[in-house]
Each structure stands twice: as C-alpha cells, then as structure tokens.
C-alpha cells in the first residue's frame, strides 16, 4: 500500500496530479478526486489505485463526448464510434453512454425528430432519401418510422415543391422536355415517390416559351449542323436531327429548322 503525500493542479483547468509516498504516481480529473474524496495522508492499495485508473478512463470519455456534443448533435452510434476511434475501451464508452442517455443528451427518438424538422424548415431532401441518412448515422429503423409518421403529407410536399421550384430555375436555359424530365427526375432522386414527383410538375406547371424555345433550337441545329459538315445529304441530316432529339427538342420543330438550314444551303 501507498500514501498520498501530495496533490497538485495541473496547468488544464479541472486535471490533479498524486503523489504516494512523495513520487508522482498519476493524474486525475476533479470528478475522481471529489468521488474519492482523495486526500493528504489516504492510504491507497493496489484495488483502490485500479478503481481510480478505471474511474479516470471512463472520466475522459465522458469528457471527450461532451465535448463532442457541444458542437451538435449526435446519436448514439455516433458517440460510440467517436470513442472507438480514440481507443477508449468497451467498458468506458458503456458507462459514459448509458449516463449520457439518463441525462436525455443522447436520445435517438428526439435526434431522428429533430433531424426531419430541420429538413422541412430548411432542406431539400424526401423521406427516402432522410430514412437512409438517419440509418447512416445508426438510428433504429423503427424509431426512424416513429418519426417520420409525426410528418404530415403535406409538409413533405413543401419540401418537394421547394426543391421542383429549384430545379425549374437550374434547368430555365434546357429544352423545355429535358426541363420536365431533369426536374422531375430530382424531385424523385431526392428522396420522394414517383406520385409526389407528379404533383410537384402539376404544381410548378412549367410551360414552355416558344420564342425562346425556337431561338435556342435554331442556335443549337445551326452548331450541329456545322458539327456534321463532313457527313452529306440524308447521313448529315438524321445525325444532326438525333442529336437534337436528344437533347429534347420535338421532332416536328426539328424538321423545320432543319429544313430552313438545307434550304439555305442550296
């Protein structure tokens, strides 16, 4: 057995250091030293000086998630896997977990809440798309579908129009059928179902400009025109008409503006 002889602070703020029998023989955090009411002259045996190294480890897991949560935040698999990479043991990370969930700073349920109402306010993502995210960050599936049933439909759809709404600006300068295709296509890769992705292009009504639309169909033939010049007759034409096609443009305004540049050329 030993004999505290000295305790000392250390420059960080909260960190002691023991001395037994006048040699310095460990740190601790105030936490530990207030738990065992360590003291001047306490006489320390092997199991005691065991329980305060254990007390200390699971003391800096406690530390390092709390810090870890003070930035966001976090569900449970995410402040195990954290302690996991700094090589805390098994025993530790439990213990500072499971005090973590008694306080209610870690709580799935509320995380998973959480998480979808800051999607709504802000985001751009469907259910599809947040139910694979919040699996990601190893939320059970279960309390995922508790969560998402406290969303109505309604609120979805306003994340969806908000994203077919930035869409239809992306696309403004597209062929008006690749618009429609292109916008609906990120709705639906964004997390919605095919039948939300149909209402949104029903909201948005998206309608074409036909100045617009023939200007930029004439500037684009006119290009692959001179793209195909090696090509002659019928092969130049239906090169030039397929890539138009697909790039979606109609065919009937394809076979006029085509027809004009082999007038011109005649």
């Known amino acids: 057995m030993a004999q505290i002889t000295q305790i000392t602070t250390q420059k960080r703020p909260g960190r002691y250091n023991i001395f037994l029998d006048g040699h310095y023989a460990f740190p601790v955090s105030e936490s530990t030293l207030i738990h065992f009411r360590l003291a001047k002259g306490m006489v320390i045996d092997a199991a005691l000086e065991q329980q305060l190294k254990d007390a200390e480890v699971t003391a800096s897991a406690n530390s390092l998630a709390l810090d870890y949560l003070s930035h966001q935040p976090r569900t449970i698999h995410e402040v195990h896997t954290k302690l996991v990479d700094n090589e805390l043991p098994e025993p530790a990370i439990a213990a500072t977990i499971a005090r973590l969930i008694d306080l209610h700073y870690l709580d799935d349920a509320q995380y998973a809440r959480g998480y979808l109402n800051d999607n709504l306010i802000l985001g751009d993502k469907g259910p599809k798309v947040m139910t ?30 908000r994203v077919g709404q930035k869409a239809a600006k ?16 990120t709705v639906i890769q964004k997390g919605f179902s095919s039948d939300v992705a149909t209402a949104i292009m029903a909201a948005l009504d998206v309608q074409p400009d036909p100045e617009v639309e023939n200007a930029r169909l004439a500037q684009e033939a006119a290009k692959q025109w001179r793209l195909k010049r090696r090509y002659t007759g019928y092969d130049r034409r239906q090169r030039v008409k397929q890539a138009l096609y697909r790039k979606g443009y109609a065919l009937d ?7 004009e540049l082999e007038a011109e050329e005649d």
């Open 132 to 161: 694979t995210k919040l699996r990601q960050k190893g939320v059970d599936a279960n309390v995922i579908q508790d969560a998402l049933a406290t969303i109505a439909d309604e609120d979805w759809q306003a994340v969806a129009l």
């Open 170 to 185: 992306h696309y403004t300068r597209q062929p008006y059928h690749t618009a429609l295709q292109k916008i609906r296509l």
């Open 253 to 259: 305004a394809i076979d006029a503006v085509l027809a």
